[in-house]
């Protein structure tokens, strides 16, 4: 049965499998480190479609095919399917919805909607409620870019805090049975106001939520960051990094040896001129591509949202985040 | 030491130290050059209205100003300014070539939202306020010109 542990974490008694998973990206990504871990790479931005949201839900139905293929089971297995992305109504998740035919629960927990998803469909595996459940997330660069800042084609010139949107989407089956990795444990995150406000400062409004979480799983858990592989958070970048890597100091958590982050993962230094990589599909193509191919025993994967929108932004308010950590088992 | 999770102005103070700086100098020197060019540009289309179609010199602004918007719309149509702009910042801006490049730029952008909806009513989404401010701005200063 799925208990509670500490304030905020989830044990999940079962250890639900991540039966199938697979991501894919657009042609940035497929160039930058995690490219040779995608399992499809679109050579064009529109990806053929007749919009960039066209464009965006056809990579999140591309990955979830790929991976019920993975997992040899087809859209008529899946008991439940859990997406959200950053499009305004989540549309990317709802159209893809509509395609895949399962019972759907859509989510928003912004960028950090890859770990909530995941965090769920552990939930309804492990206490019985499906066998199987898929849960996915996309973001594509140029349907981000429009409905948060500019037109894609506006010449704005960004400061070297900001972060550049992910194209790419991931999906994973997880089940009740069979071999692959194993969700272990997971802590549900709080939103978080620390006082930011500039909108292109992501990992600067982001960082006292992933630090929060990771701290709270600790607690709850009785775990010291040592007793991970690998601490990934979702989409810092190298700004959002350095401030958690300092908050941990001054809370006596040291996070110096295996902690990384997405954001600066996904991209290499030549890419991109700012602080690294965003967006729903960062931490989910670059966990389940890149961190998912290597030898790891235990990951803690920490994937962070900010709960803005442009509207909150323009009417002066803060930036709220949130952070969801989900522990992996290989 | 206290908690700065649950003080924001310690917390702003922190990100203070971990921001980068922006790169003003480099900012500086881009934006002048870029801005540079594309006002030699336009003195250079405009001595062409004036010396080889014999517009004369207090009339060939309009022509040039035409030809320079064409030519930032055609680039933003072609992807390529904003990719200047990114290294020109404000020197791409202020011209009234960023002027050309936000009207055009939404314009592509709202098209698939269809004439109506779309490109006639967000093609003004960023130039929208200039063109707002800058008429009642002309206004107060022509009234205070005709009272002086």
Redesign the interface.
């Known amino acids: 049965m799925t208990v509670r542990r500490g304030k905020q974490t989830i044990v999940y008694a079962t250890k639900p499998v991540f039966l199938g998973y697979s991501t894919v990206g657009g042609p940035k990504e497929g160039q930058g480190p995690a490219g040779s871990y995608l399992d499809k790479i679109y050579p064009d931005l529109t990806m053929g479609a007749?919009?960039f949201e066209a464009a965006e839900r056809q990579m999140m139905i591309s990955a979830i095919e790929m991976a019920l293929e993975k997992a040899s089971l087809s859209r008529s297995n899946v008991d439940c399917f859990i997406a959200g992305d950053l499009l305004n109504q989540i549309i990317s998740s709802g159209f893809s919805a509509l395609n895949i035919g399962a019972p759907f629960l859509g989510i928003y927990g912004a960028c950090s909607s890859f770990a909530q998803g995941i965090l769920l469909a552990g939930v309804l595996v492990d206490s019985g409620a499906a066998e199987v459940v898929v849960a996915a997330t996309s973001s594509h660069n140029n349907t981000a870019e429009?409905q948060y800042r500019?037109?894609?084609?506006?010449?704005?010139?960004?400061?070297?805090?900001s972060q550049h949107t992910v194209t790419g989407a991931g999906a994973a089956v997880i089940a009740a049975r069979g071999q692959g990795p194993r969700l272990e444990l997971a802590t549900m995150g709080r939103v978080?106001?620390?006082?930011?406000k500039d909108p292109l400062?992501m990992g600067?409004a982001m960082a006292?939520a992933a630090?929060?979480t990771i701290f709270t799983h600790m607690e709850d858990t009785g775990r010291k960051p040592d007793d991970y592989d690998l601490i990934v958070t979702g989409d810092l970048g190298k700004?959002g990094r350095?401030?958690v890597m300092?908050?941990a100091q001054?809370?006596g958590c040291d996070l110096s040896r295996n902690y990384r982050d997405c954001g600066e993962l996904v991209y290499s230094k030549g890419q991109i001129d700012n602080a690294g990589g965003s967006g729903c599909a960062c931490s989910a193509i670059v966990t389940l591509g890149m961190l998912f191919s290597q030898n790891y025993k235990r990951i803690l994967v920490v994937a962070t949202g900010a709960m803005h929108s442009p509207t909150s932004c323009q009417q002066g308010e803060n930036i709220p985040a949130i952070a969801h950590a989900i522990s992996i088992e290989f | 030491m206290k908690d700065v999770l649950k003080d924001p102005k310690a917390y702003q103070e922190l990100v203070k130290d971990k921001v980068p700086k922006p790169r003003l100098a480099k900012n500086l020197v881009m934006a002048f050059l870029v801005g540079g060019s594309i006002c030699t540009l336009g003195q250079l289309i405009q001595n062409i209205y004036i010396k080889f179609f014999n517009f004369p010199p207090d009339k060939a602004g309009d022509p040039t100003v035409a030809t320079v918007i064409f030519i930032s719309g055609l680039l933003t149509a072609l992807g390529v300014y904003d990719k200047i702009a990114r290294h020109g910042g404000a020197g791409t801006a202020v011209p009234v070539t960023g002027f050309a490049n936000s009207v055009v730029s939404a314009a592509l952008e709202f098209k698939r939202e269809g004439f109506v909806l779309g490109v006639g009513s967000k093609m003004f989404i960023l130039a929208g306020s200039v063109i707002a401010f800058g008429v009642v701005t002309a206004f107060v200063v022509g009234l205070i010109s005709a009272l002086l």
Do not use: C, F, H
């Open positions: 007749k919009s429009r500019y037109p894609t084609e506006y010449g704005a010139q960004m400061p070297p805090w978080m106001d620390l006082g930011i400062n600067a006292p630090a929060d700004v350095e401030i300092e908050l001054r809370q």
